[in-house]
C-alpha cells in the first residue's frame, strides 16, 4: 500500500502480527529476571520458534539487534508495544452487557493493551443507568447521540446471535470502524470496516476436539 | 489416524472446525426465525461464505441434506453441537483469578458450550476460601489433590506471564491433558498435551493494526 507521503509501506502478514505479542511476552519475562539484552537464539529457545522466523519478523518492526548481544530488552519492549498498540488507548463501546460482555467490562486487562471501553449499550432497564467497572451502560438508543460526542470507533460486540447483524449494521451507520467479535455469529460488514473475531466458543469446539483425538489414541 | 478399532477416521481440518460454530449460528437464527430447513445456497448466503465450502464442511459430521430443500434444521442443530462437543460438559479448573480469571469465571455462557470450570487456583490469601459464581476457589497447592478427587482433564490458563510456564508445568504433571491459554506467552507443554491459544491481547493488536491501515488510506 502507499501512504499520502506516498512512501511504500510493506503491510505486515497476520501470522507475523501474531507472533509479536509473543515476542514481547517473552521480553517481558527475561526483563523480570533482570537481563538486559536477548539474542534471537535465547528467545527461540524461550518461545519454540524458529530463530530466523523471530528475526524476520522482527525485521519488520523499528529495532535492530547488535551482533552476538542480541536486542537490547527495554528498546525491543518499548517498540514492540508501540507498534502492536498498546501504549496507546484507543477509545470503545460495548454493545450488549450480558454474560460475556459483563464479564469483558469487568475486565481491567484491556486498558493495559490499549483498549479503553468508554460506555456499554443494552436495551435490559435493570442495566440501563448503572455502571459496571466505572463503565456506564447507556440504553441502546443513545448510541447515535453518544458517538458524536466520544468519538469512539471501535465497538465490542457481546450481543445474542439473534441480534448480531442488526446491531453491527447500527455500529456501523453510527461511525464505528472496527468491530471486534465475540458472538458465534459470522456478521457481513462493508468492506472498509475491520472486523476481529473472537469467539471463544470456536476455541472451545477446536480444544475439544483435539482432546478427545488424545484421548483415544 | 487409526483408532483401536481400526477404523480410519479423517482428522478434520482446523479452518473447517472453526467455521463449523458458524454454521451453528446460522442455523439456531434460522431456526429463531420460524424456518424448518436451510439449504448451503441460503445459509452462504446468511454469512457470506461459498456454497460449496458449507456443503464440503458439513460431509465432515454426520448430516446429510435433501435435494432442493436441503438440511432439517433441528438435526442440522444437534449434530453440530454434539460433533463440537458442546453437548457433554467437559470439567476444567481455572489457575490464577485476576481480572481476567475472575472474569471468566462469571461468563456462565461457557457452561452452555460444554464446558463446565468446577474450581479455580490462586495464592492470593484474600481470594483463597472464597467462591465467584459459585465456583471455589482452592489455594494453589491443593491442586494435586482436589484433581485426583474431580477428575478434570482441562486446565484454564489466566496467570501472570512471569509463572505461565511453571504453573502449566505443574498441570500437565497433575494429569491435565488440554490448557486453554489466555496469557500472551507462549507456554511449551508435552507433544500429547492439547494447547489452544487464546490471546485477547494478541487479536487487539491486530485490530489495532488493521484499524490504522484503513484510517490511513
Redesign the interface.
Known sequence: ?T??SGKNIE??P?PT??R???Y???A??MR?RGERYISSTRLSEQ???DASQIAKDLSFVNISGRTRVGYEIDSLIRVLEDF???TRL?KAYLFGV???G???L?????AQ???EIVGAFDVNPELVGTSINGIPIYHTDEFTERIRQDGV??GVLTVP??IAQEVTDRMVDGGI??V?NF????I?VPE???V?N????????????????????
Open positions: 500500500m501512504t499520502r503491510k505486515i497476520e502480527l501474531r509479536l505479542p509473543w514481547l511476552s517473552g517481558k519475562l523480570e518461545i519454540n520458534i502492536l498498540g498498546f484507543h450480558g454474560s460475556l459483563g464479564a469483558l469487568r475486565d481491567s486487562g484491556l493493551f490499549g483498549l470507533c471501535i446471535i439473534s470502524r472496527a471486534w458472538t458465534p455469529f459470522r457481513r472498509h470496516i475491520v476481529q473472537t469467539s471463544l466458543y470456536a476455541h472451545l469446539a477446536v480444544m475439544f476436539n483435539r482432546l478427545n483425538e488424545t484421548l483415544k489414541k
